[in-house]
């Protein structure tokens, strides 16, 4: 596979200053607002992608516009082309969390059992952990075990509200904040 060229785009959401990057396959990073981790250079070293990299929000617009919709309460689902990237197992437990509907909460044995690995509850909280692509393969409504909040790249502030948000919008539309 040749090395993609990556747009990145940054804009305000109702979360805070966030971005996006893609590719030509696709969105393939999510940054959330003070998001902990290593970022896109990590994301892209892990991958190794080369430096190729441009700035501009024409590619991204799309993306911009769902994501902010979806932060408004006004969706509740994505419609984009993804560049998604990692590991076998990874990918694995990204398409069972992608599965997760609007509202709903399942725990990180729940998704590991949905992948046929219930012995691998700590290797989905790893993979959960480097999800690329945060609100789009909605890691936030990954649980523990008794429905208590761990970890989440954008910090466990914005879990909450993003649930919050998701819980109150599952009878009623409403906005993010």
């Not at 069972?96 to 044995?109: D, H, M, Q």
């Not at 393969?137 to 429905?147: L, W």
């Amino acid at each position: 596979m040749k090395n993609p060229t990556l747009m990145t785009a940054r804009f305000e959401s109702p979360i805070g200053r966030m971005s996006v990057t893609s590719s030509d396959q696709g969105l393939c990073y999510v940054g959330l607002p003070r998001a902990n981790g290593r970022g896109l250079e990590g994301w892209r070293r892990r991958h190794a992608i080369e430096e190729s990299h441009t700035v501009g929000g024409d590619s991204n617009r799309e993306a911009i516009e769902q994501i902010v919709s979806f932060l408004d309460g006004r969706r509740e689902r994505f419609d984009l082309a993804l560049d998604l990237r990692g590991t076998p197992f990874q990918i694995e437990v990204y398409e069972a969390v992608a599965s997760i509907p609007y509202g709903e909460r399942l725990s990180y044995g729940a998704i590991a059992d949905c992948i046929g690995r219930p012995a691998a509850v700590r290797a989905v909280g790893m993979a959960n952990g480097a999800n690329p692509l945060p609100l789009i393969i909605p890691c936030h409504r990954v649980v523990g075990k008794d429905g208590q909040l761990q970890g989440y790249s954008g910090g466990l502030g914005l879990k909450r509200k993003l649930l919050a948000m998701e819980s109150a919008s599952v009878t009623r539309q409403g906005a993010f904040l």
